[in-house]
């Protein structure tokens, strides 16, 4: 049982560049976030997704977009990066209503240059 | 807007020295409030939900409290193991905040031997 597994877990990209950030899980859960963590700035959502084929809009969602094909799967895209997108990024999933904690993933690590 | 606010930003105990972090907080409708651990260069790790204010959650030498208003992680006795960033974060009831967290920017604890 791997929990939450995230791909890269680091990636330097140049400004302007484009690529997309893999979480899965195999936990059977429904719900999964994308999150970011910066200095000083604690977590922040970007984006979620309540089930398979759904995303929502989270608290810092411009310059990314997400999609949820797969239910173990959720991915975040940035189309042309930007310094200001350097960070580190979390994925986490949650099994429902009365199961809330979030499980995390070890994160991605991304430098824009 | 839900608020989350730890303190202090970083805590130096000596082994065996007991303190407690604190985490005020600011929401419409409680749902629950989670303490999760962060080790450098790793995801966060949970560590307990508390639902309604009395109520008090233990494991090992970490004790979580809820009033109201704020939360308290109360650690005993620590040990250099236990140095991490304490990370505490809040779920709001009803509506499309119902499965997101927002956090604090974590309480920075160093326990040295």
């Known amino acids: 049982n791997a929990g939450v597994t995230q791909t890269p877990k680091f990636r330097v990209l140049k400004t302007g560049q484009s690529m997309t950030l893999l979480c899965a899980q195999d936990?059977?859960?429904?719900?999964m976030y994308w999150y970011r963590q910066d200095p000083g700035m604690g977590l922040r959502l970007i984006h979620y997704?309540?089930?398979?084929?759904?995303?929502a809009k989270g608290e810092v969602p411009d310059g990314y977009n997400v999609s949820r094909l797969k239910k173990q799967n959720f991915l975040l895209g940035l189309e042309s990066a930007a310094p200001s997108q350097t960070s580190v990024y979390f994925c986490?999933?949650?099994?429902?209503?009365?199961?809330?904690?979030?499980?995390f993933g070890p994160g991605t690590r991304l430098t824009v240059l | 807007e839900d608020q989350v606010t730890q303190s202090p930003e970083a805590l130096r105990l000596q082994e065996g020295e007991s303190s407690s972090l604190n985490c005020s907080y600011t929401?419409?409708?409680?749902?629950?409030l989670f303490w999760y651990r962060q080790d450098p260069g790793k995801g966060p790790e949970f560590l307990f939900t508390?639902?309604?204010a009395g109520e008090e959650k233990e494991k090992e030498r970490l004790k979580a409290t809820l009033t109201k208003k704020e939360s308290f992680l109360h650690i005993t006795a620590p040990k250099p193991e236990d140095s991490a960033t304490y990370l505490c974060?809040?779920?709001?009831?009803?509506?499309?905040?119902?499965?997101?967290?927002?956090f604090g920017k974590g309480t920075l604890l160093t326990v040295n031997p």
């Open positions: 929401v419409s409708g409680l749902r629950g």
């Open positions: 986490a999933s949650s099994g429902g209503s009365h199961d809330n904690e979030q499980f």
């Open positions: 997704s309540v089930g398979e084929g759904t995303t």
């Open positions: 508390l639902y309604s």
């Open positions: 974060a809040v779920q709001a009831v009803g509506g499309g905040s119902n499965y997101k967290l927002t």
């Open positions: 936990m059977n859960h429904e719900y």
